[in-house]
C-alpha cells in the first residue's frame, strides 16, 4: 500500500512600497505569528481568481485604508528564510505605488503593531525577508 505523500508549493504574495511627498516608505511592525517583530510593507496573499495588482491595491486598503494607484511591479524574489523553520516558501511581487489618498490607519491591530515611514536611507531592523528583497532590488533598479 502506497504512503501519500504530502506535496507543497509556493504561495504567491504580494508586497506595496508606498512613498509619502518626502520619499519616505511605510513599514509595518508585524505582530503576527509569521514575520513577528519585523518591519514590513503592507501586503498580503493572492487569492485564487484574483490578479496580483487587484491583491496589492485589496491589501493596502485592507491594512491600512489607503487607496494605492499607479503600480508598477518593482521586484519578484522568493522567500525562503522561513522555510525551515514555518514550512513556508512565497514568490513574492514587489509592487511601487505612484499615488495614495486616505488617511492612513492601524486597521489590522491582530497582525500590526504599528505602521510608520521611514527614509530608504534609514531603515529600522529587522526586516521582513520580502521587503527586504522589494527593497534592494528596487534601488539596484532590477526586478530580481
Same mark, same amino acid.
Given at each position: 500500500?502506497?504512503?501519500s ?6 504561495k ?11 520619499g ?10 509569521h ?19 487587484a ?8 491594512? +491600512?485604508?489607503? %487607496?494605492?494607484?499607479?503600480?508598477r511591479?518593482?521586484s519578484?524574489? $522568493?522567500? #525562503?528564510?522561513?522555510?525551515?523553520? !514555518? *514550512? ?18 492601524? +486597521?489590522?491591530? %491582530? ?9 530608504? $536611507?534609514? #531603515?529600522?531592523?529587522?526586516?521582513? !525577508? *520580502? ?14
Amino acid at each position: 500500500m502506497e504512503q501519500s505523500v504530502e506535496r507543497k508549493f509556493p504561495k504567491i504574495g504580494v508586497g506595496v512600497m508606498i512613498t509619502n511627498q518626502s520619499g519616505q516608505v511605510l513599514l509595518g511592525l508585524r505582530c503576527s505569528a509569521h514575520g513577528r517583530g519585523e518591519w514590513s510593507f503592507p501586503g498580503g496573499h493572492l487569492e485564487f481568481g484574483e490578479t496580483i495588482f487587484a491583491a496589492a491595491v485589496r491589501e493596502a486598503k485592507e491594512e +491600512t485604508n489607503l %487607496d494605492i494607484a499607479d503600480l508598477r511591479v518593482v521586484s519578484v524574489s $522568493d522567500e #525562503l528564510r522561513y522555510l525551515v523553520s !514555518e *514550512g513556508k516558501h512565497y514568490v513574492v511581487i514587489g509592487f511601487k505605488a505612484g499615488a495614495y489618498q486616505g488617511k492612513l490607519q492601524l +486597521t489590522e491591530p %491582530d497582525k500590526w503593531q504599528e505602521w510608520s515611514w521611514f527614509s530608504l $536611507d534609514n #531603515l529600522p531592523s529587522p526586516l521582513f !525577508e *520580502g521587503t527586504e528583497q522589494i527593497i534592494n532590488n528596487y534601488l539596484a533598479g532590477k526586478i530580481y
